[in-house]
Nanobody
Framework: VQLQASGGGLVQAGESLRLSCVAS????????VGWFRQAPGKEREFVAA????????YLADSVKGRFSMSRDNSKNTVYLRLNNLKPEDTAVYSC???????????????WGQGTQVTVSS
């Protein structure tokens, strides 16, 4: 499974972005796609996950209420909508996938490259 993330950019605080993660395939009903972010000098942080077959999602507390996930199975694409962005959301956002498991931060096997999100105050 190959993943391609895109959609990052430079925005002002309060604005929105939609990140996309296109998968070469999502060959299993239990597949999970997650989003992570890493800010300079900080550890990678789990942001959200979705099970494309059911559209079930999980959002980390730090982004709940501002971020959301969705998917378009016909395009093998999942989206991360970032609303009301804050400077502390500045990070490289990466998507990852696993063939089975929970909507959590663990055991991702396939990783895409990141897309930079920069939020100015």
């Amino acid at each position: 499974v190959q993943l391609q993330a895109s959609g990052g950019g430079l925005v002002q605080a309060g604005e929105s972005l939609r990140l996309s993660c296109v998968a070469s395939e999502l060959p299993c009903s239990e597949c999970v796609v997650g989003w992570f972010r890493q800010a300079p000098g900080k550890e990678r942080e789990f942001v959200a996950a979705i099970r494309p077959s059911t559209a079930s999602t999980y959002l980390a507390d730090s982004v709940k209420g501002r971020f959301s996930m969705s998917r378009d199975n016909s395009k093998n694409t999942v989206y991360l909508r970032l609303n009301n962005l804050k400077p502390e959301d500045t990070a490289v956002y990466s998507c990852a996938a696993k063939r089975v498991g929970s909507l959590d931060h663990r055991n991702y096997v396939y990783w895409g490259q990141g897309t930079q999100v920069t939020v100015s105050s």
